[in-house]
Structures are given as structure tokens and as C-alpha cells.
């Protein structure tokens, strides 16, 4: 099933997932082309439709660049992670608990303000992130232009313009997923500024308790934020101790005792 | 140390000293960070061009007074395109599959002086019944998957959804169904599992109960045989492709009719609740990149239900041929079945052949046209087929002069469009409905509901149409 990619070092391994050696995570806003990318990753030819809500289960397949193996999940698109409908469910419960070692974040570049709402709260709960400005060809045609790297220093994580549907940018995407999983490091999620009355204070006790209930939780202020806003979902993890067992992501631990 | 449960209790009491609407300036927080971060790094140069004819595109397309018209005649054209590009290739496959295929492993069989049982079994029964699900159902797919997933990719779709969704309102369902009927188009067990898209369990439901109205394309091949055999050619010379599409067209429109009566019932009655609202996002119009979409199409989707239909054909080629050929006392088990059910067939102004071959498919509705045609030749004794229980070669002339012989009248077919589109679904669509559903009751309301409909469909049309005849 292996195919040469003009990308040289690029093997397309289709379905073939067992084995990775890191977990890459696709999110991103509903029809952003997150199919699009995952296809052009994987030279699967998963249905792609140009229609919000057409991924509505995840999705899995494989790549392996420069002698290391990556699994890729496509989860559905999703405007947020706060409210609680099953697809948004789908996304943050594997952003949270599968741990991927990188997460693709998909963002259209035709309306980017929008999209840097997930952005955001995606990095609240993982800076092992990357961010794929896809449709730029479509941003060009609207005379949009976008300053990627001034983008990249607000967000905090890299930016790689992308075409997929032409396979623009795919290369450039692969080299800064890769550098990303190999990272043995992981910066602190990104922080919001956050002026509510009272809310400070509330988080830095709440993540406090988190911290010495559970010592090793990676993002203690975003979960202490979710408590704060009464999440059930989280609450539930919390109670049953589940929330515990996040730790650093397996890939990364690996690369750091390497 | 302290324990979980002491966390959540420290949550509740501050939670307290937060302000009431802590979630909504949450999310304006977020909303205003991404604001910010997106005016420092972006700048419009003026709009572009695509910008102003996709503007002027979406104004044709959603607009009441042009969005309805446009729709039909998007449909419309496609079954014309595809009643008469599949004539030529679907012609062809018949005369290379089943006149010489089934001529050739005849001989086969004969020389290597295997039993008569047998070759009936493998060549009259499952061979043949496959080669004509195969000659029926490959030309149309193939044409019809590609043109609808074509306009899915250009964003046609998102619109469709947009201008049905008041209608949906009104029925009491979610504006999302359209796109999960659309989806039903192609095939219904995948128009189920598309509903997950709809968040409300109530709203899920009915399109779950409901997706069965969607002519799926197991049905469409049953559609355009009848209309091009018997309303089609009522029609003067070079119009009769037309006027099939169009009778089809009409057959389409009233399963979207029914499952919006349907949908209006159940959220009426046992399904009751406020409508939600959704906001569905019109995505920007994108060119299909053709090859691909054509490649992925055939391969993924035609193929697959191709397969699908394949694997059933087998075994219910065999039943059929066991059915017309083993006796029990002194008629066989087809003529049984068809003595008793033909009272009840002729109220609804079918024949007892044809409840025959839809019990025979409950598993695959492609091989009702095959086994109709089988069993007609068994019971009138009809000549031109090769003995009792096996199917034949068929070009429109010979199906319609069976099918007379066995004494169908154009009431019969409409009848019969009529029951295909309301009757109960597929075995997989049925499995597919218990798994998204998890509740017998539910499985058992959606597999009901649009046979009782097909009953009290057809016992009307066929007392009218006698009435004024």
C-alpha cells in the first residue's frame, strides 16, 4: 500500500496504524478541509464533502517520515470545546485523554477569527500543537493576506500555510509535525487573559488543590477553569480520580528518556 | 492531603462568589483574544472576485422563488442523465453477463455432465441473479454517485439543507435532516448513520424513522425499469426517456412528501418537543476537482454498494431457484406463497408475485425487478426464459411482454413504484437503525411505519384508479 510521495522521505501508510510511534491529533472548526489534510497525510481517500458535520466519527491512518511512525486521528469539526454536543464530546475527550502527541489544528484562512476560537482553546489544553492555515489559495482569491510568522509569535506555536487540495504547504506541515513530536519538552498550555472579577483568585486556589490532589496533571488551570464553570463531564473525572491519569504524553516521555 | 471530592466541594463554594453569567464572558474573553490576534497579522486588499459571483450564485440558489424551481430541475436532470446514460452500458453488461455468460457456463456445465440440480442451483440461480443486479445496477450508479457527489463537493448540499429547513420547522423536525435524506438518496443505512449529526435525541429519531422515504439507490434501479417500461413508453415516440425521468421525479418528490407528513406525525404524537434551532454554516462554493471526485465516487461508493448488492444476490439467487423449483404436496413453495398473498395483492393492485419477491428481499431491494421477472415466468408458464426459476435476458420489449403475459397493467406498475418507495427497509438498513438506536421499539416503529404506509398508499391509488377506469 506504500507509495514514493514527491516529498521524499514521506511513506503514505495508509490504514496500517499499529506500531506508531506518535499519535497526531486533526482538529479544527466543521469544513475547514481537515479530510483534505488527513487525506494528503495518509493517501487515504476518505469521503470528503463540502458540507459542515460530514466526519462524524473519528477517523484513523498512518505516515511515517524520516524512520519514525505516525498514527493520525481525524476528529470532527467542532466550533468550541465548552458546550457538550457529541461531536465537540468526540474532540475534547481525545484531545484530553488520548494525549496525541502533536495536534494539528486546521484553520481556514478565508475567516480566521472565527477559527482562532478553537485555536485558543485548543491550546489551553495542549501547546503540542501546530497550526494549518489551509485554503490559503481561497484567502488569496478573497485578497486576504496573512502574516504567518507575526500569527506564530502571538499564538505561541508554528503556522504553515496550506493549500491541501493542491498539496501546498503539506511538506512543510510533515518537517514541523515531526520537529514538534520529537520535542522532549512541553510548554505550559497558553494562558488567557481573563478579566472576571474574582476569577483569578478562584483558579489559583482551585488549581492549587488540583496540583496536590494530582501532581502530574499536565493542564491544571484549564480543568480548574472547567470546575469553576461547572463542567460535568470534567467534574465526573475529577470525582472518579480518572483526571489523574493524565500524564505527558507517552511519545514525549519516550523522546526525553532517549 | 486532600481528596477529590474536597476539590469539587472547594469549586461549589466559589463558584459562588463568581459572577452568575460566568460562561457567556468566558467565551467573550476567547472571542475577544481571537479578535485581537487575528487584526494584528491579517489585511484585506478589497474583495476578490470570486467573492461577488458566488454572492450572486447564493442569491439564485437561495431565494424561495428560484431556490425550489432550481432544486427540481437539479434533480430532475440527474435522473434524466441517468435513465439515459445507463440504457447503452446497461445493455452491453446483459448481453455480455447474461445472454452469453449464462450460455457459456451452460455448455461448461453439460460437458463436464454435472447434475440438472446443480447447474440450477449455481448457473439459473446464483449466477444469473447476480449477473443481473451487476447489468441492472452498475450503469446507474455509476452515473448517479458521481453527479451527486459532484454538487455534495461544490457546496450544493449546505443550500439544499438552507432553503428545506423552514419546512422541516414547520414538520416539527431539525433543518439537519435534509442533508441525512440527501445522504438517504444514495443509501439509507448511511443516511442513519449520517443523523449523528443532529444533536437532539428527539429530532434524531425522526430523521432516523423517516430516512426510509429517501429513494435509496436499490430502489432507483426497480423506478426506472417500471417507468421506462410502462409509463414511458405511453409516451409519444422520443419523448419517452423524458417522461420516465419526470415519473420518477414524481415518485421522489412524494417520498420527500411522505416523510414530511411522517416527521409531522411522529413530532405531533409520540415524538413531541420544541424544534431547536442550528445554524448551519453556508460554506463558500468550491470547484470539485472532477477526476477525483469521479475516481473516488466509483471506487468508494459505487463499488462498495456494487459489493454489498453482490454478496446478497448470491444466496437469494438460490432461494429463489430453490423456492420455483421444490414442491411441496402438489405445488411448489412459490406458487403457495403467491395463491395465498394474491387477495391481499390485488387490493393494493399488485400481484402475489410481487410479495413474493419482497419477502425474498429483505435483504437487498436491488433483486426485486430479478425475481419478479423469475417468478412471472413460473407462474404463466410465459415462454422466452430457460425453465421454471431462471431469469433471462431482458431488454424493455421482452420485460414488458413477460410482465403483461403475466397480466400487470400500467396500474400495476405505479402500484409497484409506489410500494418501493414505502416499504419496509433493507436488512442493513434495519441492523443499521437497531445499532444507532439501541431500542427494538424504535427498530420496530421505523421498519413498520413505512410499510403500513406502502399498504394504505397503494389501496388507495388502485381502488381510485379502478373507481375511474
Redesign the interface.
Known sequence: MTCPSRFSQLRKLGLRVEDSDFVIALAGNPNTGKTTVFNALTGLRMHTGNWPGKTISRAEGGFSYGGKRYKLVDLPGTYSLLSASPDEEVARTFLLFGQPDVTVIVAEATCMERNLNLVLQVLQITRRAVLCLNLMDEARAHGISIDTRHLARDLGIPVIPCAARSGEGIPELIREISTMAARAETPPPRRLPLEIPGLRTALDRVEEDLREVFPQLPQPRWVALRLLEGDREIMQAVQSGEIGALTVPAGAQLTANS | ????????K??EE??W???QN??D???E???G???R??E????????????AWQQKLDRVLTNPWTAFPVMVLVLGAILWVTIIGANVPSGILTSLLVDQGHALLTEWFAAAGAPAWLKGLLVDGMYLATAWVIAVMLPPMAIFFPCF?LL????F??RV?FNLDRIFQKAGAHG?QA?TMAMGLGCNAAGV??T??I?SPRERLIAIITNNFSLCNGRWPTQILMASVFIGTLAPKGWGGSIAALSVLIVALTGFGFAMLASWLLARTVLRGEATTFS??L????P??FWKTLY?SL???TLIVLWRAVVFAIPAGAAIWLCANVSIGNQTIAAWFIHAAEPLAWTMGLTGVILLAYVVAIPANEIVVPTILMLTVLVTGATGGAGAGVMFETDDESVRAILTAGGWTTLTAVCLMLFSLCHNPCSTTIYTIYRETRSVKWTMVSTLLPLAAGFALCATVAAVWRVLA
Not at chain 2, 1 to 8: G, T
Not at chain 2, 40 to 51: D, E, F, K, M, V
Request: glycine residues 4%.
Open positions: 492531603m486532600k481528596s477529590p471530592a474536597d476539590v469539587l472547594q469549586t466559589l463558584r462568589q463568581l459572577p460566568l460562561h464572558r468566558i467565551a474573553s476567547i472571542h483574544e481571537a479578535a490576534i487575528a494584528r497579522s491579517i489585511t484585506r486588499s478589497g474583495a476578490g472576485r470570486r467573492l457527489t455534495e463537493d461544490f457546496g448540499l449546505p439543507a439537519k442533508l448513520v449520517a449523528r449529526i444533536d448551519l454554516e460554506p463558500p462554493y468550491r470539485p476537482d473516488t471506487i468508494d461508493r
